[in-house]
């Protein structure tokens, strides 16, 4: 596997379910993101781990729930979810997090998640 | 606002015609500025970043900067019906708590007509 990788790739939930997502780096970054992007509207930033430590908080829903357990893995926890959170969900990493303005993200496939 | 522009499109362009793509940016201090083309159902894949004023030259693609516009650009030249994508311009804003963020423009769907 190389770069970044994101499951599962679709997913479809009920608004009373509990899902998880899952991404995956294999670039030795320290820093990683999670966005989502909806129809017509610009990549929201959501959440960002730099060295496993939360450091952004974009004001996000309690319903979702990140995890980072190393600096190659993030995780996030969806519970009690409502239709206007289908949206792609896009994970990213980064070399670095902080205040060069230099990092350079780099993006996994994303998952496409429908809430019913 | 903090915030970074793009002109949504659709831009129409005939195959081997140079596109010309445009992002405004509305913080001076911004130090990074990327380049990303999304194809339909797909991720965003970086193709180029610059830092400094002027050009920067990658084959086909060649970005220019000017920071005193707050100002920056994407040129295809000899456009490829498989260079119909969306092209997001991202810019690292200062996010005003000790970091960079970097915020999206809301793309620029790019057709090109074989």
């Known amino acids: 596997e190389t770069g970044v990788t994101q499951t599962p790739r679709h997913l479809v939930m009920g608004m009373t379910n509990k899902k998880s997502l899952k991404c995956e780096q294999h670039l030795g970054h320290n820093a990683m993101y999670w966005y989502k992007q909806s129809a017509k509207k610009p990549l929201e930033l959501m959440f960002v781990y730099s060295l496993e430590e939360r450091v952004e908080n974009n004001s996000v829903p309690s319903r979702f729930s990140p995890e980072c357990p190393n600096s190659s893995h993030l995780f996030l926890h969806l519970h009690t979810l409502q239709p206007e959170d289908s949206a792609l969900y896009l994970c990213a990493s980064s070399q670095t997090y902080g205040t060069s303005g230099r990092d350079t993200q780099y993006f996994g496939p994303g998952t496409r998640l429908t809430v019913l | 606002q903090k915030e970074v522009e793009q002109n949504s499109g659709p831009l129409s362009v005939p195959e081997g015609a140079i596109a010309s793509l445009n992002c405004t940016y509305s913080d001076r201090g911004s130090q990074s500025f990327f380049w990303y083309r999304q194809y339909s159902g797909k991720s965003p894949e970086l193709i180029m970043s610059?830092?400094?004023?002027g050009d920067k030259e990658d084959g086909r693609f060649t970005a220019q900067l000017n920071k005193a516009s707050q100002y920056v650009s994407l040129l295809i030249r000899d456009s490829q019906p498989s260079d119909s994508a969306t092209y997001l311009c991202?810019?690292?804003?200062?996010?005003?708590?000790?970091?960079?963020?970097?915020?999206f423009g809301k793309g620029t769907k790019l057709s090109v007509i074989p």
């Open positions: 610059i830092y400094s004023n």
């Open positions: 991202a810019v690292n804003l200062w996010s005003g708590a000790g970091s960079y963020q970097l915020t």
